[in-house]
T-cell receptor, first 114, second 117 residues
Framework: DADVTQTPRNRITKTGKRIMLECSQT?????MYWYRQDPGLGLRLIYY???????NKGEISDGYSVSRQAQAKFSLSLESAIPNQTALYFC?????????????FGQGTRLTVV | AQTVTQSQPEMSVQEAETVTLSCTYD???????LFWYKQPPSRQMILVIR??????QNATENRFSVNFQKAAKSFSLKISDSQLGDAAMYFC??????????????FGQGTELSVKP
């Protein structure tokens, strides 16, 4: 089983719909992240969380919200999806003290907003 | 704020040859991590190599090595004896070490590497 699991892997949704992307991890890491990948822009940080009670905005948080339901679960919501939110979304985890800065990524969610 | 720049959107290499992917970054910090990630068509993000800024010695992982020039803020990836399986998107990334930064990664734009048989 993967250390970081994202669901769904692919999703097509309509403009204006609410959608949630889910992420769960078995690493036991305290930190979790949501990134968005667009061609020519690389990956950009949407939100990150130190732990269940500590959530922080990243570079491009507008139009998104997150929930850290437990140490192992971190979900990303688009309250009203718009076409320019079509992108590849990654969840990642890390532990500050261990792994020398290494992040562990999920398999990605391809989201298309039509 | 830290930035990472990859100025080569696409690169091509002949199988068994050597290729170098460029990356520059900007930071005012003295200690940090630098990474190269590989993303094949499967979309998986695979860590290729990692460099700790306080280490002067360049990191090496089998056919992959880096040229870390701290003063120039340059971090290039060299792939030797290129194989068809090396074809992928490659991302350069920066991570600070200060606790309150949250361990977030700052990525470059990516370089698409193709390998010709």
């Amino acid at each position: 089983d993967a250390d970081v699991t994202q669901t769904p892997r692919n999703r097509i949704t309509k403009t204006g719909k609410r959608i949630m992307l889910e992420c769960s991890q078995t690493k036991g890491h305290d930190r979790m992240y949501w990134y968005r990948q667009d061609p020519g822009l690389g990956l950009r940080l949407i939100y990150y969380s130190f732990d269940v009670k500590d959530i922080n905005k990243g570079e491009i948080s507008d139009g998104y919200s997150v929930s850290r339901q437990a140490q192992a679960k971190f979900s990303l919501s688009l309250e009203s999806a718009i076409p320019n939110q079509t992108a590849l979304y990654f969840c990642a985890t890390s532990d500050f003290k261990e792994e020398k800065g290494k992040a562990f990524f999920g398999q990605g969610t391809r989201l298309t907003v039509v | 704020a830290q930035t990472v720049t990859q100025s080569q959107p696409e690169m091509s290499v002949q199988e068994a040859e050597t290729v170098t992917l460029s990356c520059t970054y900007d930071t005012s910090e003295s200690d940090y991590y630098l990474f190269w990630y590989k993303q094949p068509p499967s979309r998986q993000m695979i860590l290729v190599i990692r460099q700790e800024a306080y280490k002067q010695q360049n990191a090496t992982e089998n056919r992959f090595s880096v040229n870390f020039q701290k003063a120039a803020k340059s971090f290039s990836l060299k792939i030797s004896d290129s194989q068809l399986g090396d074809a992928a998107m490659y991302f350069c990334a920066y991570r600070g070490v200060i606790y309150n930064q949250g361990g977030k990664l700052i990525f470059g734009q990516g370089t698409e590497l193709s390998v010709k048989p």
